[in-house]
Antibody, heavy 118, light 112 residues
């Protein structure tokens, strides 16, 4: 059974940095398309970033230059490094994957809340 | 990037059918059969219900079906049940932005 478990969320001041982690079990992060999707309070879903199995990375315009997606194959874990955080980055961040499919998202984590506020 | 257009809300009584539309452009829904639908009950993570326009993942009831005509995709839920009450989001592959996937704004389904 595939499981994705996010961690690392919390309260952070504007301009600060945070790193989210997504530990996977039941499949191999490095062999699949892995994404971060966020949802601001009371709002819809927004695709943040994706890393392909080959290592290519892509970002939404709203986070480009500030966020970095990466993975640690030895830990089977996906990361999202978030720098220069803004109030509008406040959201629940989900780790998600389609396995070998993209852009379909068959597997989702439970989400981790990031709150950017002074 | 521009979101796909969904109605903010739809409603139906138990046993009835409802259809949720998802309107895009010739750069996304109209050109690619990579339309997905997600169900999100309150306080939970989204769940994939339909992929590649009309395919159901294992475990999704056949009451859920998807289709596409031109630039508009649709999700139909037949035999509505109380447990179907949730937010529904469509997504599509797109060639019109620097990021190749776009979501719809979401539709709240109320079971009366």
């Amino acid at each position: 059974e595939v499981q994705l478990v996010e961690s690392g969320g919390g309260l952070i001041q504007p301009g600060g940095s945070l790193r989210l982690s997504c530990a996977a079990s039941g499949f191999t992060v490095s062999s699949n398309y892995m994404s971060w999707v966020r949802q601001a309070p009371g709002k819809g879903l927004e695709w943040v970033s994706v890393i392909y199995s080959g290592g290519s990375t892509y970002y939404a315009d709203s986070v480009k230059g500030r966020f970095t997606i990466s993975r640690d194959n030895s830990k089977n874990t996906l990361y999202l490094q978030m720098n220069s955080l803004r109030a509008e980055d406040t959201a629940v961040y989900y780790c998600a994957s389609g396995g070998s499919y993209y852009p379909e998202l068959f597997y989702w984590g439970q989400g981790t809340l990031v709150t950017v506020s002074s | 990037q521009s979101a796909l257009t969904q109605p903010p809300s739809v409603s139906g009584s138990p046993g009835q059918s409802v259809t949720i539309s998802c309107t895009g452009t010739s750069s996304d829904v109209g050109s690619y059969n990579r339309v997905s639908w997600y169900q999100q009950p309150p306080g939970t993570a989204p769940k994939l219900m339909i992929y590649e326009v009309s395919n159901r993942p294992s475990g999704v009831p056949d009451r859920f079906s998807g289709s596409k005509s031109g630039n508009t995709a649709s999700l139909t839920i037949s035999g509505l049940q109380a447990e179907d009450e949730a937010d529904y989001y469509c997504s599509s592959y797109t060639s019109s932005s620097t990021f190749d996937v776009v979501f719809g704004g979401g539709t709240k389904l109320t079971v009366l």
